[in-house]
């Protein structure tokens, strides 16, 4: 079954922004430090941002001051704000969570230059 669910990927400018939606089952959520990593083509899978159940974040240093994660437990549902987006940016954006730690199946991102 679909336990975590993103969206909000797209194809923008250099320098636009977008907002990334993860949607996750509540035993997944809840009480749980949630994340987001990313992909480029041809690169492994690197960290980009975490939040915890109480709120507090860290990101990675190449989007640290340009990207803002924030969670909505009402909703179930982790966001990944992205600004002044890079080419470097660009690539396939998961989340995951839970105790088992689980992924979705990833949003494509794509910032031109």
């Known amino acids: 079954q679909v336990q975590l669910v993103e969206s909000g990927g797209g194809l923008v400018q250099a320098g636009g922004s977008l907002r990334l939606s993860c949607a996750a089952s509540?035993?997944?959520?809840?009480?749980?430090t949630m994340w987001w990593y990313r992909q480029a083509p041809g690169k492994q899978r690197e960290y980009v941002a975490?939040?915890?159940?109480?709120?507090?974040?860290n990101y990675a240093e190449s989007v640290n001051g340009r990207f803002t994660i924030s969670r909505d437990n009402a909703k179930n549902t982790v966001y990944l704000r992205m600004n002044r987006l890079k080419p470097e940016d660009t690539g396939v954006y998961y989340c995951k969570g839970g105790l088992f730690d689980s992924w979705g199946q990833g949003t494509q991102v794509t910032v031109s230059s």
């Open positions: 509540g035993s997944i959520f809840s009480g749980n």
């Open positions: 975490f939040i915890t159940s109480g709120g507090s974040t």
